[in-house]
T-cell receptor
Framework: GAVVSQHPSRVICKSGTSVKIECRSL??????MFWYRQFPKQSLMLMAT?????????EQGVEKDKFLINHASLTLSTLTVTSAHPEDSSFYIC????????????FGPGTRLTVL | AQSVTQPDIHITVSEGASLELRCNYS??????LFWYVQSPGQGLQLLLK??????LVQGIKGFEAEFKRSQSSFNLRKPSVHWSDAAEYFC???????????FGKGTRLSVIA
């Protein structure tokens, strides 16, 4: 199957700093990518939809100025957590449906963010 | 809006016993249905998916699921559980291939000897 990578896999940062997470589709193009967040012992919740060449759309309750999303190309979307705080500590996972796919989406391995 | 219900938060089964994890969804049309497994601290692994066609779907690791439209269900089954199957299982639904997934709250599976 197709591969989606995320970088970094794990990051620890101090409160108030910004962290960038990359999501790459390695062997297919994705016009759209999705960003999910998973708090400990909880399910995955959609944060935002990243669209190549246009602005991201955010789910209700997700601060667009705090979680900056840039879909720079058909294979790369980035999520920047600005001025991170301990409550932003979570597991962030991206997924990408191939532009000419047959219905399946491919998930990245996730990024564990810990804000001290 | 779509929703997914996994009624069982935690299930414990003996190794070698059969397993069924329940999943019900709420959606007007036939959705795309998925089961994922997640080990602690790890990402998601797709077990199986249903888009259309045969309502009994075979997946990896000996899992299968059956789509029942009349019951809006997509239950996951395995005839004989192995200790390595202990993990968190998520059922998910999507409207189409390029729409985001809505996940259930998950069922934690424990396997005892």
């Amino acid at each position: 199957g197709a591969v989606v990578s995320q970088h970094p896999s794990r990051v620890i940062c101090k409160s108030g700093t910004s962290v960038k997470i990359e999501c790459r589709s390695l062997d297919f193009q994705a016009t759209t990518m999705f960003w999910y967040r998973q708090f400990p012992k909880q399910s995955l919740m959609l944060m935002a939809t990243s669209n190549e060449g246009s602005k991201a759309t955010y789910e209700q309750g997700v601060e667009k100025d705090k979680f900056l999303i840039n879909h720079a190309s058909l294979t790369l979307s980035t999520l920047t957590v600005t001025s991170a705080h301990p409550e932003d500590s979570s597991f962030y996972i991206c997924s990408a449906p191939p532009t000419r796919g047959r219905g399946e989406q491919f998930f990245g391995p996730g990024t564990r963010l810990t804000v001290l | 809006a779509q929703s997914v219900t996994q009624p069982d938060i935690h299930i414990t089964v003996s190794e070698g016993a059969s397993l069924e994890l329940r999943c019900n969804y709420s959606y007007g049309a036939t959705p795309y249905l998925f089961w994922y497994v997640q080990s602690p601290g790890q990402g998601l692994q797709l077990l199986l998916k249903y888009f259309s066609g045969d309502t009994l779907v075979q997946g990896i690791k000996g899992f299968e699921a059956e789509f029942k439209r009349s019951q809006s269900s997509f239950n996951l089954r395995k005839p004989s559980v192995h200790w390595s199957d202990a993990a968190e299982y998520f059922c998910a639904v999507a409207q189409g291939g390029d729409t985001p997934l809505v996940f259930g709250k998950g069922t934690r599976l424990s396997v005892i000897a």
